[in-house]
């Protein structure tokens, strides 16, 4: 690829998920649909705990903070998409795609960030019962999201900044339906080794430091409903963490599905249809695994809406 100046590059070129145009209106369609239908959820949860003095409480406070985060989340790539599928066009300027890599980093961090801390109110609530409540106070819990927004946006910002540093080919077509930071370094002429070394190094940090977290909570949290007698304590106990191992599962599996196979010989297209998993699909079923497993959520919305969840 032939280098030029950073100053003529003004804007890339998003390829989407199909260059088919006979797609075109069902891709749009699909993810117009699934666009409101996480909006609507996760603002309808955020009503719901806010509405409901029974929700006050640290689960339900870090749920409503965490479907506020989806909605920025999947609001990072799937307007400009839209957008771009309306209007026939594939550009984004250099300057909003250096904005949408630093919004989609944070809230992706953000998100991450969060559900290591419900881990961590699992883990009191269950394995500290008799001291949940004046350990897991409004000030700690406060506390708690307050760190996550600051490491969040340290960590975006890092890597964002550094993106102005490299200069681009004239080749800058981006092989996805987002400005994914992976894809974005492939078009840089310029040596993009310390890009590389932060951007795993965040990875590794941030997300393995989460993921240990939450797996060693789960490992006391399983070791302490084993030693409940009954089984219906044992069931209550599982209850409460299931819709959050459930969002874990589906939100970290994919991740790793993504980046681990993220080598040069792997597909950017089979790479763009896998980060719908996380980028959309795990934001649009957050509220719906809280809401259907969730009796005191069903109870507040159906108090909303006037309409029972099943």
């Not at 990875?203 to 399983?222: D, N, R």
């Not at 699909?281 to 969840?309: C, E, H, Q, W």
Request: with cysteine; hydrophobic share 45%.
């Amino acid at each position: 690829m032939e280098p030029v100046n950073d100053t003529q590059i003004s804007e890339f070129l998003l390829l989407g998920l199909s260059n088919e145009p006979e797609l075109q209106p069902l891709i749009f369609g699909l993810f117009l649909a699934t666009y409101l239908t996480t909006v609507f959820g996760n603002l309808l949860i955020i009503l719901a705990v806010s509405s409901d003095h029974h929700l006050h409480t640290p689960m339900y406070f870090f749920l409503s903070n965490l479907s506020f985060v989806d909605i920025c989340f999947i609001s990072t790539t799937i307007p400009k998409m839209l957008n771009n599928i309306q209007t026939q066009s594939k550009v984004i300027t250099y300057e909003g795609c250096i904005t949408k890599i630093y919004f989609f980093l944070f809230f992706a961090a953000l998100e991450n960030f969060l559900l290591t801390v419900m881990a961590y109110d699992r883990f009191m609530a269950i394995c500290q019962p008799l001291h949940y409540m004046v350990i897991m106070n409004p000030r700690l819990c406060g506390l708690l999201v307050l760190l996550s927004w600051v490491m969040s946006a340290l960590n975006s910002l890092s890597q964002s900044l550094m993106m102005l540093w490299l200069s681009f080919c004239k080749d800058v077509e981006i092989p996805h339906f987002f400005c994914e930071i992976n894809q974005v370094l492939r078009l840089a002429c310029s040596d993009t080794f310390l890009n590389d070394m932060v951007m795993y190094f965040a990875a590794g940090m941030l997300g393995g430091a989460s993921l240990t977290g939450i797996l060693y909570s789960y490992s006391k949290i399983v070791s302490s409903i084993r030693g409940i007698s009954s089984a219906h304590g044992k069931y209550k106990a599982f209850s409460t963490c299931a819709s959050h191992l459930s969002i874990v599962s589906l939100f970290y599996c994919t991740i790793l599905g993504v980046y681990l196979s993220s080598t040069d010989t792997y597909s950017s297209h089979s790479s763009a249809v896998t980060s719908v998993m996380y980028t959309v699909v795990t934001p649009m079923l957050n509220p719906f695994i809280y809401s259907l497993r969730n009796k005191d959520i069903k109870r507040a919305l159906k108090r909303i809406t006037g309409m029972s969840v099943i």
